[in-house]
């Protein structure tokens, strides 16, 4: 059985300013001369969490991570009352990772990363493909609208009654229209009662998709649930701030790239065929289709391939 890495903790940290009035915090954990890798965590507005330190060898890797804008121990928060997002965007999140590489005198680095997170990675590596060693992405998305549509109005066919509930969570007039940008409007509103309400009605949605994790702890702390719904709706009713299909277009510029592409054959992102389109556009890449897995990293048969993965890379 492959087991995590002990738990260690950060022999660094700091909060970097990225300009717009926030500031990223981030850490640095394992060996400071080591192979610098860093992890991009989901959502977006998850933040990052203890468990992605223990994906690597800490005698071999200097592991940074960090909380994207908006969420985690960055400031300011997307869950205070009131939210400014205008300076929350795919560029934005790129430009503090270089910023980030540069003040820890990085000179290329392992992205490791899952679901939103390699999202983030796939677009990083695609415009800094010289500041990348290696990739190990997870639980595998592109960033495009079928992807996020499938996941707002598509799987209401396969989770019709909590479908209904989620749906009926907006207006009457926007039901048949963006949910995220609807949800959206409904999320920004200064009324507690409103936006706590979207937030809930959101995140009851998103445990409902990945029937094969148990709920997800963290949607407990209503400050934690609207932050990420927030940041969730920001991003997809946006189309995540990207052109249509530009990563699965430009993966061609990955191809001097190793990288392991880790999918659960019961993640129901499968059903758009994402993890297929991006291993062929990616010249070299490797996919591992793991059996009777979801979208987690929780279950021991993914744990597995990610860590053999680091292993790999290390050397």
């Known amino acids: 059985m492959t087991r995590l890495y002990p738990e260690i903790e950060p022999y660094d940290h700091g909060m970097l300013d990225v300009g717009d009035g926030h500031l990223v915090y981030w850490e640095v954990c394992g060996n400071p001369g080591g192979k610098p890798a860093v992890t991009l965590h989901g959502g977006p507005g998850t933040g990052c969490s203890t468990g992605l330190r223990r ?3 800490p005698a071999k890797y ?46 290329k680095w392992l992205l490791f990363g899952g679901s939103w997170g390699s999202v983030l990675a796939l677009v990083y590596a695609e415009r ?8 190990v992405l997870m639980g595998l998305a592109t960033g495009r609208r079928s992807e996020t549509d499938l996941l707002t109005r598509g799987l209401g066919g396969v989770f019709p009654e909590a479908w209904a509930k989620f749906r009926d969570g907006v207006p009457e007039e926007d039901r048949d229209g963006d949910l995220a940008a609807a949800y959206l409007k409904l999320l920004m509103d200064p009324d507690p009662a409103v936006h706590g309400k979207a937030a809930a009605d959101w995140c009851a949605w ?14 407990e702390s209503p400050e934690f649930r609207l932050a990420f719904a927030r940041l969730v709706t920001h991003y997809w009713s946006q189309g995540s701030f990207l052109d249509e299909g530009v990563v699965l277009r430009e993966a061609g510029k990955l191809a001097h790239i190793p990288a392991v592409l880790a999918e659960g054959s019961l993640d129901l992102g499968n059903l758009i065929g994402t993890p297929w389109e991006l291993a062929h556009a990616w010249p070299g890449s490797e996919l591992v289709v793991i059996d009777e897995v979801g979208h987690s990293t929780q279950d021991e048969p993914m744990r597995e391939v990610l860590i053999g993965a680091t292993d790999r890379f290390a050397s």
């Open 55 to 57: 994906y690597f060898d």
């Open 62 to 107: 200097r592991v940074v991570l960090f909380d994207q804008r908006g969420c985690g121990r960055s400031t300011p928060h997307a869950g205070q009352p009131e939210a400014d997002l205008s300076a929350n965007t795919t560029d934005h999140l790129i430009a503090d990772m270089e910023r980030l590489r540069e003040h820890l005198g990085i000179e």
């Open 128 to 135: 800094h493909p010289d500041r990348v060693s290696e990739m």
């Open 206 to 219: 998103e445990d409902a998709i990945i029937p094969t994790s148990p709920p997800y702890k963290s949607f």
